[in-house]
């Protein structure tokens, strides 16, 4: 069943006027902003905690709910600020529960509007949020549908975070909507892990993805551990060790080939960082232990990187690296000329690498019939050209 909502309502996202969003300020940007307001230097720290704590940990979408905020203050915050987040265009229901949410951005400097897309995977034992960090994608992996469409631009941290909050709002996972709730899991929560594995390259976003991290793993915030935060990168080397050190969050590598002559088809940014310096980057990721390892995405493709030999290859390659591999059944798009592997071909293989002692677990690809599965994502948001941009730019209002 696919079930199509269109929500696209009157909550327009900080499209109202010149207010300033506080969603995704650090803390010190939420000082500033009361100290602009006339907020006594002593009751700047305790105020802006308590800002905090209504964004991100009771989700509250108004002023007027942040009732330990003096009435002066609140309508202070409200002439001046605001909370809003994305618009919801699309929220689509898989047959297998997944949902996926078209949002769109508040315009940008030339008043246009763009979109992404953010998809919650529930299962068993837990609830994945998958969140965009970029609108289109710098890079042009040749299987990837986000690589077809142009970068656009980045996310900010703001709209990073606010993926989570409107799944939490969609999904009733406020404390007041869990406290009423009959259907909340054993963990309390309906997103029990985020991975950044949606639109875009987030080392290419880092300091709005570090920024976002840091409010969703916050402890008085969405509290979300960072090792329950995944970012997924196609293998920009020079940012992998300073996200470690700077973001902190469990480290996926979209590997997807064990020869620089396949990755260099697949991941074309391999011709600039090939394996050999991608996989040192990853043995000086801090951190590292048994218990905690890089996961190597490979997606798998028939005929292209699925044979004995990269299985073998996989396992050489991994040999001195806390390591666990995801083999992900390649999710076909239109216009796309790669195949999916065979299940015998991709059982195989993962025998090959679970042997050596990889855990390997095969991803059920999820909502693929609403376009949801990993590389499916895309939005139609077209970056302007020069031409197009000097003549906004010129045009008057
Ligand atoms: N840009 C980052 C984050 C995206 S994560 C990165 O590339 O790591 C999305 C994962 O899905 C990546 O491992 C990506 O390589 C993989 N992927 C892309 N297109 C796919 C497709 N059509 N089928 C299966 N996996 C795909
Ligand atoms: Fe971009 Fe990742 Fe897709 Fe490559 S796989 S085009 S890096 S989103």
Known sequence: MTVVLDTLSSRAAGVAGNTTSLIGLERGELRQILATL???????????NQLWRWLYNRGVSSFDEMTDIAKDLREKLAKNCDLARPEIVTEQVSNDGTRKWLLRLAPDEFGRQHEVETVYIPEQDRGTLCISSQVGCTLTCTFCHTGTQRLVRNLTAGEIVSQVLIARDRLGEWPARLAEATDVPASGRYITNVVLMGMGEPLYNFDNVRKAVDAISDGDGLSLSKRRITLSTSGVVPEI?????????????????????????????????????????????PGLSNARRITFEYVMLKGVNDSVADAKRLVRLLSSIPAKVNLIPFNPWPGTDFECSDWDTIEK??????????????????????????????????????????????SPG
């Open 38 to 48: 006339g907020v006594a230097e002593r009751q700047q720290r305790m105020r802006a």
């Open 241 to 285: 060790v300073r996200a470690g050190e700077e973001i902190g969050t469990m480290l996926a590598i979209s590997l997807h080939a064990t020869t620089d002559e396949i990755r260099n088809r697949l991941v074309p940014l391999n011709k600039k960082y090939p394996i050999e310096q991608l996989l040192q980057a990853c043995r000086d990721y």
């Open 349 to 394: 293989f993962a025998e090959i690498v679970n042997r050596a002692g990889y855990s390997s677990p095969v991803r059920t690809p999820r909502g693929r019939d609403i376009m949801a599965a990993c590389g499916q994502l895309k939005s139609a948001s077209e970056r302007l050209n020069v031409k197009q941009r000097r003549a906004l730019e010129a």
